[in-house]
């Protein structure tokens, strides 16, 4: 068994679509490069923020010169409340990714995270009475 061959790439140059060393190549939205996963989120061996899916995340600083490529992106991304859902799709990044990114945001203050507004399972009584009265005054 002979050895892959690298090929040489100029600046220009679009990349070849990468497989899996034992299968078919990677589909899209499917990340090729595990390595690029763990360079991004770090470590990840602290505890990390308690967020879900749902959770609206709000920039409060602009991106610092210290802070990498993703942290910038999310901060930009940001600016209106996005739901760690919605940031995770839109950075094409896993979910855990994302909140190892965002729990490092949230230790140096530099976004905040709200809790999603959740309706009432049923309605209040006397706020239907008085949608009922006014409708019958119509």
């Known amino acids: 068994m002979t050895p892959p061959r690298r090929q040489r790439r100029t600046p220009g140059q679009e990349r070849p679509p990468a ?7 990677a589909k899209e939205g499917e990340l090729r490069n595990p390595e690029r996963l763990f360079v991004i989120g770090g470590e990840g061996g602290g505890e990390r923020a308690d967020i879900d899916l749902v959770t609206l995340i709000v920039a409060r600083a602009d991106p610092p010169v210290s802070a990498t490529p993703e942290q910038a992106a ?5 600016a209106a409340p996005l739901s760690v859902a919605e940031l995770s799709a839109y950075l094409s990044l896993p979910f855990s990714v994302v909140t190892v990114l ?12 709200r809790a999603p507004i959740v309706r009432q ?11 009922m009265h006014g409708l019958q005054k119509l």
């Open 102 to 113: 965002l729990t490092d945001l949230l230790a140096t203050e530099l976004v905040q995270a």
């Open 121 to 131: 399972k049923v309605a209040d009584r006397n706020l239907l009475e008085a949608v």
């Open 74 to 78: 999310l901060l930009r991304l940001c």
């Open 19 to 25: 497989s899996h060393p034992s299968g078919p190549p």
